[in-house]
């Protein structure tokens, strides 16, 4: 059973495709999370869902949208890809500020 | 402004050596804090945290991490180093109260040598 999946695991597109990614998590967390990891292994929080309320959305361009149909889920939708939006994408989801995050195993996503 | 610093960006061990990674923070109020490890190819896994108590936390693994609130620290070690701890770290920082959004540092490159 995994805790925290993401499809998916590589994606692949080109400049100006619009695309979606999938999280979602069994262990009954409250809060989720997007991070973006750059090519220099650096992770910047972009969104959080606090029970399906956006609680985070740090600057990120408009073409990024999450959304969260129930505490379980948290989608990343982006329009008009860029080369720059080449980065792995983190889902993990909390329990609470003492827990720590659970990690999801990233989706790698190429624009070309 | 809330930041993390790691100031070893990489590091290189031989087998059976002691390891120390470097995590300072910048951030107001109480924190609770965490480091993280990355497998090649992985995901980040929780490596122990930190929110209250004994300043010398242990985690899995065999590593450990002390806090030391005058110097805003809270460094990584492990006596003996792997071959399979190669990998990245990252040192993360979260305030007690509010959004709880996490501020991670750059993270350190271990390369352990067989």
């Known amino acids: 059973d995994t805790a925290v999946s993401q499809t998916p695991k590589y994606l692949v597109t080109q400049m100006g495709n619009d695309k979606s990614i999938k999280c979602e998590q069994n262990?009954?967390?409250?809060?989720m999370y997007w991070y973006k990891q750059d090519s220099k292994k650096f992770l910047k929080i972009m969104f959080s869902?606090?029970?399906?309320?956006?609680?985070i959305n740090e600057t990120v361009p408009n073409r990024f949208s999450p959304k969260s149909p129930d505490k379980a889920h948290l989608n990343l939708h982006i329009n008009s890809l860029e080369l720059g939006d080449s980065a792995v994408y983190f889902c993990?989801?909390?329990?609470?500020?003492?827990?720590?995050?659970?990690f999801g195993s990233g989706t790698r996503l190429t624009v070309v | 402004a809330q930041s993390v610093s790691q100031h070893n960006h990489h590091v290189i061990l031989s087998e059976a050596a002691s390891l120390e990674l470097g995590c300072n923070y910048s951030y107001g109020g109480t924190v609770n804090l965490f480091w993280y490890v990355q497998y090649p190819g992985q995901h980040l896994q929780l490596l122990l945290k930190?929110?209250?108590?004994?300043?010398l936390v242990k985690g899995i693994k065999g590593f450990e991490a002390e806090f030391i609130k005058s110097k805003f620290s809270f460094n990584l070690r492990k006596p003996s180093v792997q071959w399979s701890d190669t990998a990245e770290y990252f040192c993360?920082?979260?305030?007690?109260?509010?959004?709880?959004?996490?501020?991670f540092g750059t993270g350190t490159r271990l390369k352990v040598l067989a």
């Open positions: 262990l009954g967390h409250d809060t």
């Open positions: 993360a920082v979260t305030s007690t109260s509010g959004t709880y959004k996490y501020i």
């Open positions: 869902y606090n029970n399906k309320e956006l609680i």
């Open positions: 993990a989801s909390s329990q609470g500020v003492h827990y720590g995050y659970t």
């Open positions: 930190y929110f209250s108590g004994d300043p």
